[in-house]
C-alpha cells in the first residue's frame, strides 16, 4: 500500500575450547519461561524493535539532558504500514531503551511522515525559554484525501514543539510551516543550526533532489537553492536526507546523506551520500556527477540519519537506519512487530586511495553487552572450521571479529572465496564472505530459512571492490535475524536480515577451493538489552 506512492577440502578440525576464555559474568539468563518479553522467533536481542505493530524510518533522533531519543513511523493498528505516528523510545546509551508513549498522532492536516527534531537552545521560537530551551519536531504531513483525491500538493512541513524532555508534544497552530507549491514529492525534513549564518538550515526531499531552506524562528521558511538534478544514484525517488558537516585532515568538509528507492545497489531501497561543501546556501558536490557513494551495500539499512544536539565534548556523528527494505518490509515473516533499527554507528570521513569515503562503525557502547569471550586459534584454514562459541544451543546474539590474511603457505592454492556460514542444524544458512577474483565482500541469504515470502529477498548481494592489503578484516555484528558487516575497519558496510526457520546457533570459518590464513579472532556473546 505504501509504495503506491510511491565451497572445500577434506580437513576439518574444531577449535578447543578454554574455559578460562569464558568471561561471562555472574549475571543468569533467566529461564524462557521466566523471560518471554522480546523472545519470540527473529526478535532481534540487541537491536531496537517495537513492541509490537509496524515501524519504518527512524525519526526525530536528538540529544538532550541525558537522553537519546528516537522517534520512529510507526503504524500501532497493523504489522503493515498504514496511517503514520511518531513512536518514541529514549535511551541514555543508544543501547537500551524504554519505550514511550505514542508522541505525534495524526490529525486534520495529515498523516505524520519523516523528520527530525533539534534543540533551540536560543529559544529563537518562542515555544520555550532560555532556561528551558524546547525540543522541536519538524515532520511532513501526509494529506491521504488530498492524496487520493489526486492532487499534487499533499506533503507539507509542520512543527511541534516539547518543553518536558520530550514527554508531551504540541502542534503549531499556524501548521503547515512550508506549505506545498505543487509538487508531489516534497517530504522529510532534517533541520540543523547552521552556526555560521546564525540561521536554521531545512534540508528535505523534493523528488530526485534535495532542497535547502533558512530560518530564523523555525516557523518561516525561505527557499536557499536545490541539489542533485542529474548527480548520483538518479533510478527513484530521493528521501530522509541528512545534511553535517565533519572533520577530516583538519578541514571542514559537508556530508549529505539521500535515501533512494527504487536503485538500491542490491535493490530496492538503500542510502548513498555526497561529500562536498556548503556555505548556508549552495551545497558543491566534490565527485563528478556520475560518482555513486554508499554508506552501506546490505539491502537493509534505509532512511538513516544521523542524531542532533551530540555534545561538543562527545563530538561524534552518530547514525541510526531502518534495518529493513521497502521491496519485502511489509512481507518479513515476524509477529506480532514489524522491523528494527540498526545498531548506532559512528561515522568518520576519511582520505583513502579511493578518494574520500564515510566510514561506520558500530558504537562502543555495545561493548557493555559483551558477557562471553571465545578467542580463535590462528591458523591455516581450507575447508570449514567451527567456532567455539559456548553453548551450542543458543540463538547467536553476539559479536565476531576476524582478520584473514590472503598468504598462500599450505598446499591448497589460495582460496576463491572465504568467510563465515551461520547456520543451524537443519542446513539453513547466510555466508559473509569475500570474492577473491573481484576482491569484493558479499553477503548470501539464497538458503537462509524462510526466503519464499518475497522473489526480491534471497540472494548473494556484494560490496564494491576493495584496493588491496592482503590482509581482510571482518568485524559481524550478528543478532537472531540481522547481521551487519564491518568490513577493513568500516570502509565497507553491508546490513543484511534473514529468518530461518530454527535460530542459528553455529559459526563455522570457511574457505572454498584453497586455504587462507586466519590471523586472529574473537566472538563475543552478548546480553539481550530487553533482560
Ligand atoms: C521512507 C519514507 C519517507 C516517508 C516515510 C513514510 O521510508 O517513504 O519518505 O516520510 O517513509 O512512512
Redesign the pocket.
Known amino acids: 500500500m ?1 509504495k503506491e506512492f ?1 565451497w572445500l577440502s577434506a580437513a576439518i578440525f574444531i577449535i578447543s575450547c578454554d574455559p578460562s576464555a569464558d568471561k561471562s559474568d555472574t549475571k543468569q539468563n533467566p529461564s524462557e519461561s521466566m523471560r518471554e518479553y522480546y523472545s519470540e522467533q527473529h526478535r532481534p536481542q540487541f537491536h531496537f524493535s517495537p513492541e509490537s505493530m509496524w515501524m ?2 527512524p525519526n526525530g533522533m536528538v540529544y538532550y539532558d541525558g537522553e537519546y531519543h528516537l522517534f520512529y ?1 510507526y503504524y500501532p493498528e497493523d504489522i503493515v ?1 498504514g496511517p ?1 505516528h511518531w513512536g518514541h523510545a529514549v535511551s541514555t546509551d543508544m543501547v537500551h531503551w524504554e519505550h514511550l508513549p505514542i508522541a505525534l498522532y495524526p490529525d486534520e492536516l495529515g498523516y505524520i ?2 523528520g527530525s527534531a533539534v534543540i533551540d537552545w536560543n529559544n529563537t521560537s518562542g515555544f520555550g525559554s532560555k532556561n528551558n530551551p524546547p525540543l522541536i519536531a519538524i515532520f ?1 504531513y ?1 494529506n491521504i484525501d488530498e492524496e487520493r483525491a489526486g492532487k499534487n500538493d499533499y506533503q507539507t512541513q509542520g512543527i511541534a514543539y516539547s518543553t518536558d524532555k520530550g514527554r508531551n508534544w504540541t502542534k503549531y497552530e499556524n501548521n503547515p510551516v512550508l506549505p506545498n507549491p505543487g509538487i508531489r514529492d516534497f ?2 525534513p532534517k533541520v540543523m543550526w547552521y552556526e555560521a549564518g546564525n540561521k536554521w538550515i531545512m534540508t528535505f ?1 523534493v523528488q530526485d533532489q534535495v532542497r535547502f531552506y533558512s530560518s530564523t524562528n523555525l516557523k518561516e521558511w525561505a527557499f536557499e537553492s536545490e541539489f542533485g538534478k542529474g548527480i548520483g544514484a538518479q533510478s527513484g525517488v530521493w ?2 536526507p541528512d545534511l553535517f558537516p565533519m572533520q577530516v585532515d583538519g578541514k571542514e568538509k559537508w556530508v549529505l546523506l539521500v ?1 533512494i ?1 527504487p536503485g538500491g545497489t542490491n535493490g530496492g ?1 538503500a542510502t548513498q551520500y555526497f561529500t562536498g561543501n556548503f556555505d548556508g546556501k549552495n551545497f558543491v558536490n566534490d565527485n563528478p556527477p556520475e560518482t555513486i557513494l554508499w554508506m552501506d551495500w546490505g539491502k537493509d539499512n ?2 538513516g540519519v544521523t542524531w542532533s544536539d551530540i555534545p561538543e565534548k562527545d563530538g561524534r556523528r552518530l547514525f541510526l537506519g ?1 534495518m529493513s527494505n ?1 521491496q519485502y518490509a511489509e512481507q518479513v515473516p515476524t509477529t506480532p512487530w514489524r522491523s528494527a533499527m540498526t545498531i548506532p554507528r559512528t561515522l568518520e570521513l576519511k582520505n583513502s586511495d579511493a578518494g574520500m569515503r564515510l566510514i561506520s562503525n558500530p558504537v562502543v557502547e555495545l561493548k557493555k553487552l559483551r558477557s562471553g569471550e571465545f578467542a580463535l586459534e590462528p591458523g591455516m584454514i581450507s575447508g570449514n572450521k567451527k567456532v567455539n562459541i559456548g553453548e551450542a544451543s543458543k540463538k547467536l546474539v553476539g559479536e565476531l571479529e576476524v582478520a584473514f590474511q590472503m598468504r598462500n603457505g599450505s598446499q591448497f592454492g589460495l582460496a576463491s572465496e572465504f568467510g563465515i556460514e551461520l547456520s543451524n542444524g537443519r542446513g539453513e544458512k547466510v555466508l559473509i564472505g569475500f570474492e577473491l577474483a573481484e576482491k569484493r565482500f558479499f553477503i548470501d541469504r539464497s538458503q537462509s530459512g524462510k526466503v519464499n515470502f518475497s522473489p526480491e529477498f534471497p540472494g548473494r548481494h556484494y560490496g564494491d571492490s576493495v584496493p588491496g592489503s592482503d590482509t581482510v578484516k571482518m568485524h559481524l555484528f550478528i543478532d537472531v535475524a540481522s547481521v551487519e558487516l564491518f568490513a577493513d575497519d568500516g570502509h565497507t558496510v553491508m546490513t543484511e536480515i534473514f529468518f530461518p526457520n530454527e535460530d542459528f546457533n553455529k559459526i563455522v570459518l570457511y574457505t572454498k577451493n584453497g586455504s587462507v590464513q586466519l590471523k586472529e579472532g574473537k566472538y563475543y556473546s552478548y546480553r539481550s538489552i530487553w533482560d
Open positions: 505504501k510511491l519504518n524510518d513511523q504500514w503514520m511522515f519523516s511532513t501526509h517530504r522529510d526531499a528521501e530522509c535515501s528507492i531501497s534505509y532512511a531502518w521497502w
